[in-house]
């Protein structure tokens, strides 16, 4: 599977394979930068000729089959990873409903849209919910990205998240982990613990700051 992950100066992909006793190993890893303005604000502004710079780098790098699965990470300036207190819903009502609730006092979108995906979280936590959402079309733009390229997309996971898979190993109950993550043009700050992630934050920042 390729892994995707597409800034606004640049492309990196990662592809993995399935081990023979589970997981993901790393085959290979490479990074692009590509055109001022093809990509702004992480939304793809000029897709045909962001397709055309991509496909060339995989045919440059890669090995890509036709309808090859593919995932991405949606960075956490344009998602919603959030983290709600929802009660196990009693009366008929769907936790989607009671998630619906919550999200409306943090989200400036009504449900309809957006895209989002949700999960209860184990342990003495069922109560809490781990919650991702990202604009709809926002998210349109990169499945027709994809496409264009000929890749299936499986796989979407938010920039935050992506951490918390790495780090949750070594996470112990009752800890919280802050990370840090300082790029070329923002910072992200990502709270976490065992079952997920509590918080993010992210903010611009100008050359004369690193």
């Known amino acids: 599977m390729l892994l995707f992950e597409i800034s606004d100066k640049f492309v990196k992909i990662v592809d993995f394979s399935p081990t023979f006793l589970g997981g993901q190993a790393i085959n290979s890893y490479k990074k692009e930068n590509i055109k001022e303005g093809l990509v702004s604000a992480r939304d793809i502004a000029d897709p045909k000729a962001l397709a055309e710079e991509v496909r ?58 957006q895209v989002s995906a949700h999960k209860r979280i184990g342990g003495d936590k069922n109560n809490e919910v781990q ?35 790495v780090f949750a190993p070594q996470i112990k109950e009752g800890e919280t982990v802050l990370y840090l993550n300082v790029e070329e043009d923002v910072a992200d700050a990502v709270i976490l613990d065992k079952f997920g992630v509590l918080q993010t934050f992210t903010e611009p920042i100008g050359a004369s700051m690193i």
């Open 56 to 113: 060339k780098f995989l045919e440059k790098n890669f090995k890509v089959k036709d309808k090859q699965e593919c995932a991405f990470i949606l960075h956490d300036e344009r998602a919603f990873t959030l983290r709600l207190t929802v009660p196990q819903s009693k009366g008929g009502r769907s936790d989607s409903d009671l998630i619906n609730e919550k999200v409306r006092l943090f989200i400036p979108q009504p449900p309809s849209a």
């Open 131 to 165: 919650f991702v959402a990202v604009d709809k079309e926002f998210f349109a733009k990169y499945l027709d990205f994809f496409g264009s390229l000929n890749l299936k997309p499986v796989l979407a996971v938010s920039e935050s998240y992506a951490f918390y898979t």
